[in-house]
């Protein structure tokens, strides 16, 4: 037999010794001469700082338009089912001026979302199907249908606050006939419009937004009642803003409650960034604005000025909220350490269950 150059050609060693890898049982692999025939690390250990250059998971590239979409598209959808409480009791005022916050929410909400979009028409395109899997596809569709119905709704207000000065003509009856089906339609996708959002974010592989999946719904449904309450309590007089504080003070607790028991069923590695950095600033002063506003709410919302001073106290809060839990979220897609960590925790709690034959877990 015949041996070539490279039969004895041994990888550098560094140090002057070779690192050897021991078996499970603690036996080193490899012989213990010096022909280079042992086996030995190529690589140097894993740090997971990167995965070749890049995140483990890739962070959305969502800017602060689609935290503004998040926060008005909780405004429009709690007006939309207090605009319709106000239909139902007779109180006018509130109605309307729920109905045209409601509208002047998610169009501006709307608008945020085609420009992060880039083109309209990549929003038409989500309407060409209908996916009942997707939280995305299901999302445009809620979003059109309240907007048809809440604008019907709104225009009716906007037509009789102008005395009739708007160009309907014959229309005119058409939409004085729809409005009440039309401020139906506002409140039943209101609800779905307020929180849809929430199960977009959890229903992805992002660590912060998937640990959540279980409880940021009914966070945004909280953000969403007292930010709507709040709007309510800035534009509308007081003698008719009873149901507006109710909905108000009720949401203010549901936000701390829902946040705070969301927080303790999260793994405490994937929750770290809902409390650091500037998404830990928000959050915390969401909590204070949340507290000041439904104190106001609660104890001072028959004047008129505190009202509207606590009003605007509950929309900063909602605001703070979904900036606060949209970059946190995309913080944490950013360092690995946040994804490792928490499979790590659940590998082996599997393990620790005697789980060790499924697609997860080996016997090892």
């Known amino acids: 037999?015949?041996?070539?150059?490279?039969?004895?050609?041994?990888?550098?060693?560094q140090g002057g010794r070779r690192r050897r890898l021991r078996r499970p049982g603690g036996r080193r692999r490899g012989?213990?001469?010096a022909d280079g025939a042992r086996e030995m690390p190529m690589v140097p250990d894993a740090e997971f700082t990167s995965y070749y250059g890049k995140p483990v998971v890739k962070a959305p590239p969502w800017g602060p338009e689609i935290a503004a979409y998040l926060f008005l598209g909780g405004v429009a959808g709690g007006s939309g089912l207090l605009a319709y409480g106000a239909q139902l009791t007779g109180r006018k005022l509130l109605c309307r001026n729920a109905r045209i916050g409601a509208m002047l929410a998610i169009a501006l909400g709307s608008g945020a979302l085609v420009k992060d979009l880039g083109r309209p028409d990549r929003f038409y395109n989500m309407l060409r199907t209908v996916k009942l899997t997707s939280p995305m596809s299901l999302g445009s569709w809620i979003l059109t249908a309240y907007s048809g119905g809440m604008g019907l709704a709104a225009a009716s207000e906007v037509d009789r606050l102008t005395g009739g000065r708007l160009p309907l003509g014959p229309l005119r009856r058409v939409l004085s006939a729809v409005e009440p089906a039309a401020g139906v339609a506002g409140a039943v996708f209101g609800a779905p419009l307020a929180v849809y959002t929430a199960v977009l974010l959890s229903d992805t592989a992002n660590p912060t937004w998937n640990a959540a999946h279980r409880?940021?719904?009914?966070?945004f449904?909280?953000?969403?009642?007292?930010a709507a309450g709040g709007l309510a309590m800035v534009t509308t007089p007081t003698r008719e803003t009873r149901p507006a504080r109710v909905l108000a003070v009720l949401g203010v607790a549901g936000?701390?409650?829902?946040?705070?028991?969301?927080?303790?069923?999260?793994d405490p590695v994937a929750?770290?960034?809902?409390?650091?950095?500037?998404p830990g600033t928000l959050l915390r002063w969401s909590e204070r604005l949340a507290i000041a506003g439904g104190v106001g709410a609660l104890l001072l919302g028959r004047n008129r000025v505190c009202a509207a001073v606590a009003g605007a106290a509950l929309l900063g809060a909602s605001a703070c909220t979904r900036f606060g839990v949209l970059e946190a979220g995309i913080n944490s897609a950013k360092d690995p350490r946040y994804t490792i960590e928490p499979q790590r925790r659940r590998l082996?709690?599997?393990?620790?269950a005697g789980?060790?034959?499924?697609?997860i877990t080996t016997a090892g």
């Open 271 to 278: 929750a770290e960034p809902l409390h650091h950095g500037r």
């Open 348 to 352: 082996a709690a599997r393990r620790a």
């Open 255 to 266: 936000d701390l409650l829902a946040t705070r028991y969301m927080e303790r069923r999260m």
């Open 355 to 359: 789980i060790t034959d499924d697609s």
């Open 1 to 13: 037999m015949t041996t070539s150059p490279y039969d004895a050609y041994r990888p550098p060693e």
């Open 31 to 33: 012989g213990g001469g």
């Open 215 to 219: 409880d940021l719904p009914f966070v």
């Open 221 to 226: 449904a909280s953000s969403a009642s007292l």
